[in-house]
């Protein structure tokens, strides 16, 4: 998620550039593969870059379908995430003379000499907070059968034979040594 803030720290400070980013699915080589590290499948951004005095305040919404699995069914499942960013940035070159500029404060995000803001950490650590910790393939998933396992979504289930297994191994024993007398 390259943005590139060269042209808009040339107008007054206030002005804003709003950035549309839509990609789906997520190019492996592209520049926004670093989402992809966080589960993302798709992602839809909207945000504004704003000319500061400082540098470039980002704000935007991502929405983003995220590969998980079902905690209830096991299935593999994309889950749909939203989430509200904001990150000011500080200019570190003067993009009209390319003087230095004064230092940012420490762990402040930088803009460097190439005046692009790559804001895939920011996006990947908002979706990561706001995945779900168990996911669900839809909201009503109705999960596995407790006792053998079967996917209860597929339709009606119903075990007929409600002895426990073990019992039932008891059952041939007794049978076997019913034979031998
Ligand atoms: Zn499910
Ligand atoms: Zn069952």
């Known amino acids: 998620m390259l943005v590139v803030v060269s042209s808009l720290l040339r107008q007054a400070v206030g002005t804003r550039i709003r950035f ?15 989402l992809i ?19 470039v305040l980002v704000e935007g919404t991502a929405t983003a379908l995220i590969k998980g699995q079902c905690s209830r069914c096991l ?3 994309l889950t749909r995430v939203h989430t509200e960013f ?17 230092d940012p404060p420490a762990e402040a995000q930088t803009i460097g ?21 168990a996911p669900l393939c839809r909201a009503d998933c109705k999960g596995l059968c407790l006792a053998c396992g079967a996917d209860l979504n597929l ?5 007929e034979d409600r002895t ?12 076997f040594h019913a034979d031998r007398e």
């Open 20 to 34: 549309e980013i839509s990609e789906s699915p997520i190019a492996p080589g592209g520049e926004n593969a670093g």
């Open 37 to 55: 590290a966080s589960g993302a499948h798709s992602v839809d951004a909207t945000l504004d870059a704003i000319h500061t005095d400082p540098g």
């Open 75 to 77: 299935k593999d499942c």
């Open 86 to 102: 904001a990150e000011q940035y500080y200019a570190t070159v003067d993009v009209v003379n390319g003087a230095p500029r004064l």
């Open 113 to 133: 000499s190439d005046f692009r803001i790559d804001l895939t950490p920011l996006v990947a650590e908002e979706l990561i907070l706001a995945t779900p910790f």
């Open 155 to 159: 339709g009606p289930h119903a075990h």
């Open 164 to 175: 426990d297994p073990r019992w039932k191994k008891l059952g041939t024993l007794e049978g």
